[in-house]
């Protein structure tokens, strides 16, 4: 009888976790299509500003990302950048009450402003990366209320919170899975793997009730017949291959310092380097008519579906503002503005590409810059056959993706996340720590005194 107790209690209480577990992550799902919907109101509220005047821009973009910088440095710190590298680095610390102050909601609620923020401001960023650290969050608030103890288990919840949060911004729920093996987590553990897939299926079925099935870019029937037509494979593979390489080989060189009195100035003044930052993004986009600002999104599915051809300065342009942004250190992911930089990449090359359907070029093209930049080929080719709802492409995608990914390693030797996740574990180590109070000696005794 004490043993059907007992037993009875275990099962019990499983239950109560996986209830948990499964809640927290449908809310992932409703926080990520929450988030998309700010995302898309911030657009249509920056494209109103420029309507009534681009010229507005030069002042609100440097307010905007000043104001952003200020916030994240003074109130929520942790929320800068993507938020797949903090991800990353939580997996790898064993001081919860570092990875508490960096998967805290009130994080993850500032996460969410201030990308919406400066998406409002123009700064050429994504929502998806800061998804992932949404996700983790809201995952590791649901560890904490459960009060669980062991280590394996609590990173299995933000890893499955990472994958969630993928699947739900992009729909791509078999994307969201591949990325939490290939990217977050680099293994894949019996004892997690039913957290994060079953993570990944309830928060895509959420956001699927609330919005709809949909494809992030459409459908496309594009292919790529073997022959003359896969020339276009080499081609955006090893072009794609270089310029990602070299765009991940810019970014972790910035975030270990700018050189020479720019550095300094960004160490020195953050906010106003961030102003300066926010000044040359309007620029840009003045010079560019608008067209790299935020996620790019609109121009990727235009290029993907034929409607609009962009000139290549769109893409050259939109490679530059996307690396200002981040220097700019105001949370946005890279996730969007890259798949727009190779949809625009893709756009060009397919002019000197006859034999091959243009779509398929963009498409290759899409693959080959996101893989060269993520170095993670089967997560840039799931993603972007998960998000053109094309199967008939797979294995052009996946040949142009691994192309671009070893040429990217030619010139980007580690990856660029899992750099970007070791300089902010280095800098968290560096960091200076509050003094602690040194306790008093005891007070001596008195000494007698002469009666």
Same mark, same amino acid.
């Given at each position: 009888?004490?043993?059907?107790?007992?037993?009875?209690?275990?099962?019990?209480?499983?239950?109560?976790?996986?209830?948990?577990?499964?809640?927290?992550?449908?809310?992932?799902?409703?926080?990520?299509?929450?988030?998309?919907?700010?995302?898309?109101?911030?657009?249509?509220?920056?494209?109103?500003?420029?309507?009534?005047?681009?010229?507005?821009?030069?002042?609100?973009?440097?307010?905007?990302?000043?104001? =952003?910088?200020?916030?994240?440095?003074?109130?929520?710190?942790?929320?800068?950048?993507?938020?797949?590298?903090?991800?990353?680095?939580?997996?790898? *610390?064993?001081?919860?009450?570092?990875?508490?102050? *960096?998967?805290?909601?009130?994080?993850?609620?500032?996460?969410?402003?201030?990308?919406? @923020?400066?998406?409002?401001?123009?700064?050429?960023?994504?929502?998806?990366?800061?998804?992932?650290?949404?996700?983790?969050?809201?995952?590791?608030?649901?560890?904490?209320?459960?009060?669980?103890?062991?280590?394996?288990?609590?990173?299995?919840?933000?890893?499955?919170?990472?994958?969630?949060?993928? =699947?739900?911004?992009?729909?791509?729920?078999?994307?969201?899975?591949?990325?939490?093996?290939?990217?977050?987590?680099?293994?894949?553990?019996?004892?997690?793997?039913?957290?994060?897939?079953?993570?990944?299926?309830?928060?895509?079925?959420?956001?699927?009730?609330?919005?709809?099935?949909?494809?992030?870019?459409?459908?496309?029937?594009?292919?790529?017949?073997?022959?003359?037509?896969?020339?276009?494979?080499?081609?955006?593979?090893?072009?794609?291959?270089?310029?990602?390489?070299?765009?991940?080989?810019?970014?972790?060189?910035?975030?270990?310092?700018?050189?020479?009195?720019?550095?300094?100035?960004?160490?020195?003044?953050?906010?106003?380097?961030?102003?300066?930052?926010?000044?040359?993004?309007?620029?840009?986009?003045?010079?560019?008519?608008?067209?790299?600002?935020?996620?790019?999104?609109?121009?990727?599915?235009?290029?993907?579906?034929?409607?609009?051809?962009?000139?290549?300065?769109?893409?050259?342009?939109?490679?530059?503002?996307?690396?200002?942004?981040?220097?700019?250190?105001?949370?946005?992911?890279?996730?969007?503005?890259? @798949?727009?930089?190779?949809?625009?990449?893709?756009?060009?090359?397919?002019?000197?590409?006859?034999?091959?359907?243009?779509?398929?070029?963009?498409?290759?093209?899409?693959?080959?810059?996101?893989?060269?930049?993520?170095?993670?080929?089967?997560?840039?080719?799931?993603?972007?056959?998960?998000?053109?709802?094309?199967?008939?492409?797979?294995?052009?995608?996946?040949?142009?993706?691994?192309?671009?990914?070893?040429?990217?390693?030619?010139?980007?030797?580690?990856?660029?996340?899992?750099?970007?996740?070791?300089?902010?574990?280095?800098?968290?180590?560096?960091?200076?720590?509050?003094?602690?109070?040194?306790?008093?000696?005891?007070?001596?005794?008195?000494?007698?005194?002469?009666?």
């Amino acid at each position: 009888m004490r043993h059907l107790r007992r037993s009875a209690r275990i099962t019990t209480e499983q239950w109560r976790r996986k209830l948990a577990c499964w809640a927290a992550a449908v809310v992932v799902g409703v926080v990520a299509v929450g988030f998309a919907m700010a995302a898309d109101a911030a657009a249509t509220l920056r494209n109103h500003i420029i309507a009534i005047s681009p010229w507005i821009m030069l002042a609100l973009t440097p307010a905007g990302l000043a104001l =952003s910088t200020w916030l994240t440095r003074t109130w929520f710190r942790g929320a800068q950048g993507s938020g797949i590298p903090q991800t990353i680095a939580t997996l790898h *610390l064993e001081n919860f009450a570092i990875i508490d102050r *960096l998967l805290s909601l009130r994080v993850a609620a500032g996460k969410i402003v201030l990308t919406t @923020l400066g998406l409002v401001a123009g700064g050429s960023i994504g929502r998806e990366g800061p998804s992932v650290q949404i996700g983790a969050a809201i995952m590791h608030a649901c560890g904490r209320w459960l009060n669980l103890s062991t280590v394996s288990m609590r990173r299995g919840l933000i890893l499955a919170g990472g994958a969630s949060g993928v =699947s739900a911004a992009f729909n791509t729920p078999l994307a969201g899975i591949v990325f939490a093996i290939e990217e977050l987590s680099h293994s894949f553990e019996q004892r997690t793997s039913g957290t994060m897939l079953t993570g990944v299926i309830l928060s895509g079925v959420t956001a699927i009730a609330l919005v709809g099935n949909y494809s992030y870019f459409g459908h496309t029937d594009v292919v790529v017949p073997i022959g003359i037509s896969w020339i276009a494979v080499p081609t955006c593979g090893i072009l794609g291959g270089i310029g990602g390489g070299v765009f991940s080989a810019i970014l972790i060189r910035a975030t270990r310092g700018l050189p020479g009195g720019l550095g300094r100035f960004a160490r020195g003044r953050p906010v106003a380097f961030a102003a300066a930052c926010g000044l040359l993004l309007a620029v840009i986009g003045i010079a560019s008519d608008g067209i790299t600002y935020g996620t790019g999104y609109e121009q990727a599915h235009e290029i993907i579906e034929g409607k609009t051809h962009y000139p290549a300065s769109f893409f050259i342009l939109k490679f530059i503002a996307t690396i200002i942004s981040y220097c700019s250190g105001i949370p946005g992911g890279l996730f969007a503005p890259s @798949l727009a930089i190779g949809a625009g990449f893709g756009g060009w090359v397919a002019q000197f590409l006859p034999h091959t359907t243009p779509g398929a070029v963009v498409l290759l093209g899409t693959v080959a810059y996101f893989s060269a930049v993520v170095q993670s080929p089967l997560t840039a080719s799931v993603i972007v056959m998960e998000m053109c709802d094309n199967q008939q492409v797979t294995l052009a995608l996946l040949a142009t993706s691994f192309l671009a990914y070893g040429v990217s390693r030619m010139i980007c030797s580690q990856p660029l996340y899992a750099a970007l996740a070791e300089a902010f574990l280095d800098g968290m180590a560096t960091a200076p720590r509050p003094p602690v109070a040194t306790p008093r000696p005891p007070a001596a005794p008195p000494l007698p005194t002469a009666r």
